[in-house]
C-alpha cells in the first residue's frame, strides 16, 4: 500500500507567482490535512478536509491560501501572489478515520 | 490555545545508552501521537496513545501516557545511529468554543537526537 504521496517536493517561485501544491492520499483514506513547518518554527495545522468539504480551516491564512479535495483526484494546496514569507515546508497527511494521520514527505517550497 | 512543551530540546548520546524524552500538554489530552522525522523528510508514524495510562511498544521505543499529568514519554532502550532525528509529539487540539478537534494536531517543537556510534 503505497503511502501519502506528494509533488513536487520542492518547488521554486518568483514573489507574485502561484503554488500549487498536490497530495495523494493513502488508499481508502478519506480525511486529509494540511500543515506547515516553518523555518525555526514547530509544525502547524493549516486545514482539514474531507472529500469535497472543508471542515476546518482555521490554521489557514484568510487571504491567498486556499485548498480542496475533489471527487476525484489529488488535494491541492493553492497559494497566490508568494512571498517570501510563505518559504515553507509544507506537508499534507490522511488518515482513514479521525486518528493515525499518516504524513507525505513534504513539499519544500522556495519563493525568491 | 494549546501548547505542547518537549524536553529535552536536544539529545546527544553514545550508541547502547538508554534515553527519555518528555512531552507535556498545557490542556487535557485526549490522545498523544509520537512521529519521528529525518532532516529535510516527512513525518513517520511511531505509535498513537489514547487512553490515561496506556503503554505501547515498538521495538525498542516504547511510550506511556499519563493523563493526569498531561505528559507523555518516549523511551529508546539500547539506541543505536538509526535512531537518530527529530521525535515530535501531537495531540489533538483541545479548547476553543468547539471543543477537541481530532483532526487538528498541535505539535511540540520537537526533540533532536544524536546517536554516536
Known amino acids: 500500500n503505497a503511502g501519502v504521496m506528494q509533488n513536487p517536493r520542492h518547488l521554486v517561485r518568483r514573489r507574485g507567482q502561484e503554488a500549487r501544491l498536490r497530495c495523494s492520499p493513502m488508499?481508502?483514506?478519506?480525511?486529509v490535512y494540511w500543515y506547515r513547518q516553518l523555518p525555526e518554527e514547530g509544525l502547524k495545522f493549516m486545514v482539514y478536509?474531507?472529500?469535497?468539504?472543508?471542515?476546518?480551516e482555521s490554521g489557514m491564512p484568510k487571504e491567498r491560501f486556499s485548498a480542496e479535495f475533489p471527487k476525484e483526484g489529488p488535494s491541492i494546496l493553492r497559494i497566490q501572489q508568494v512571498v517570501r514569507g510563505d518559504s515553507a515546508a509544507y506537508f499534507c497527511?490522511?488518515?482513514?478515520?479521525?486518528?493515525?494521520?499518516?504524513f507525505g514527505p513534504g513539499t519544500r517550497l522556495t519563493v525568491t | 490555545s494549546q501548547e505542547l512543551e518537549q524536553s529535552p530540546q536536544s539529545l546527544i548520546v553514545q550508541e547502547g545508552k538508554n534515553l527519555t524524552i518528555n512531552c507535556t500538554s498545557s490542556?487535557?489530552?485526549?490522545?498523544l501521537y509520537w512521529y519521528k522525522q529525518k532532516y529535510g523528510e516527512g513525518l513517520i508514524f511511531l505509535m498513537m496513545?489514547?487512553?490515561?495510562?496506556e503503554e505501547k511498544s515498538h521495538e525498542k521505543i516504547t511510550a506511556k501516557l499519563d493523563e493526569k499529568k498531561q505528559q507523555s514519554s518516549l523511551h529508546i532502550t539500547a539506541s543505536q545511529p538509526s535512531h537518530a532525528g527529530i521525535y515530535l509529539c501531537?495531540?489533538?487540539?483541545?479548547?476553543?468554543?468547539?471543543?477537541?478537534?481530532?483532526?487538528?494536531?498541535?505539535f511540540g517543537q520537537g526533540t533532536i537526537l544524536t546517536v554516536h556510534p
Open positions: 497527511a490522511s488518515s482513514l478515520t479521525l486518528y493515525e494521520q499518516y
Open positions: 488508499k481508502g483514506h478519506s480525511h
Open positions: 478536509l474531507q472529500k469535497e468539504n472543508i471542515i476546518d
Open positions: 490542556k487535557t489530552l485526549y490522545g
Open positions: 496513545l489514547q487512553k490515561g495510562g
Open positions: 501531537g495531540a489533538p487540539t483541545s479548547g476553543g468554543a468547539g471543543g477537541t478537534s481530532y483532526g487538528k494536531l498541535t
